[in-house]
């Protein structure tokens, strides 16, 4: 009896173990790859005018807030990355005016302050 206890608190602490394990892969912060220190510099000089503390000037059901980043299907380093270099309407593109790593620095930091809060 006493073996078959052992086995099975093995079976159920893997278990527990492998679900901790998955749970900290879904959930975890997406890896940041850009500066954010110089990403921050570039946002205020040409993006704070529309987007003053996350928020969205032309279109406010738009912020750059996680909510609103999940619901419109951009809450990605590689979404945002998209949105800044090519635009959407009424969004110019930034690609020709900054460099690609210039934009990842910015797509960096909104992202980390989409986390936070802003």
Not at 43 to 65: I, M, P, Q, R, W
Request: with cysteine; glycine share 6%.
């Amino acid at each position: 009896m006493l073996i078959k206890r052992r086995a099975l608190l093995k079976k159920l602490l893997s278990v527990i173990l492998v679900a901790i394990a998955l749970f900290s892969f879904v959930v975890a912060t997406p890896a940041l790859a850009g500066d954010v220190a110089k990403g921050k510099q570039i946002f205020v000089s040409e993006c704070y005018a529309c987007h003053k503390g996350g928020k969205n000037l032309v279109k406010d059901f738009k912020t750059l807030k996680r909510e609103d980043l999940e619901k419109y299907d951009k809450y990605s380093l590689e979404k945002i990355i998209d949105q800044i270099t090519y635009g959407n309407s009424p969004m110019p593109g930034f690609q020709g005016y900054l460099t690609p790593v210039e934009i990842e620095d910015v797509a960096t930091y909104v992202l980390e302050q989409a986390e936070k809060g802003w």
